[in-house]
């Protein structure tokens, strides 16, 4: 079983729509993540949590919102998508202490709003 | 703030070597990393070098860093169509975060 999952994979919505994404992992990882992919443009970081009791907002966080449910569940809404928002979004988890910061990625859903 | 630079796209043959390269602003960073996506599939970590080393070889990866001109650069020899992905450079700020590069597409041509 994939240590990070992401569901759904493929979502279509249309413009106002609210849209969760979410995100589980049983590596027993403390920090989770949240990136958008755009071709040209890279990974750009939404929101990131270093702990159950920790959000802090990433470069491009207008217009998105997190929760974390718990050490394994990150989810990420869109309260009100809009077009620019179709992307492929990625979430990634990662340990305290390790010594060097190895991301683990999940396979990405790849939202389309209309 | 902190940026990471690469070209978009390499196109190889196959057997020869690629070589893909990545300017960053941060020179604080204790590690730098490539990461490499499959088409369809997330990222994932293909190597990293700390940031006193000048080169780091693992199997047909090499990697590059010259600090004093912020470069870092992987060479993956013998090229196979199975090395064709995006190649992402990424450096690590001082607060956990990775900042990503816009990735290399790398094709490679029978």
């Known amino acids: 079983d994939a240590d990070v999952t992401q569901t759904p994979r493929n979502r279509i919505t249309k413009t106002g729509k609210r849209i969760m994404l979410e995100c589980s992992q049983t590596k027993g990882h403390d920090r989770m993540y949240w990136y958008r992919q755009d071709p040209g443009l890279g990974l750009r970081l939404i929101y990131y949590?270093?702990?159950?009791?920790?959000?802090n907002k990433g470069e491009i966080s207008d217009g998105y919102s997190v929760s974390r449910q718990a050490q394994a569940k990150f989810s990420l809404s869109l309260e009100s998508a809009i077009p620019n928002q179709t992307a492929l979004y990625f979430c990634?988890?990662?340990?305290?202490?390790?010594?060097?910061?190895?991301?683990?990625f999940g396979p990405g859903t790849r939202l389309t709003v209309l | 703030g902190e940026d990471v630079e690469q070209s978009l796209f390499l196109s190889v043959r196959e057997g020869d070597s690629s070589v893909i390269n990545c300017t960053y602003t941060d020179s604080s960073s204790t590690y730098l990393y490539w990461y490499k996506q499959e088409p369809g599939a997330g990222l994932q970590l293909l190597t990293y070098?700390?940031?006193?080393?000048d080169m780091k070889q693992d199997q047909r990866l090499t990697v590059l860093l010259n600090k004093k001109d912020k470069h870092l650069s992987l060479r993956i020899a013998d090229t196979q169509t199975g090395d064709s992905a995006i190649y992402f450079c990424a450096t690590s700020s001082n607060t956990g975060k990775l900042i990503f590069g816009q990735g290399t597409t790398l094709q490679v041509k029978p």
């Open positions: 070098i700390f940031s006193n080393m």
């Open positions: 990634a988890t990662s340990t305290t202490g390790a010594r060097y910061n190895e991301q683990f």
């Open positions: 949590s270093f702990d159950v009791k920790d959000i």
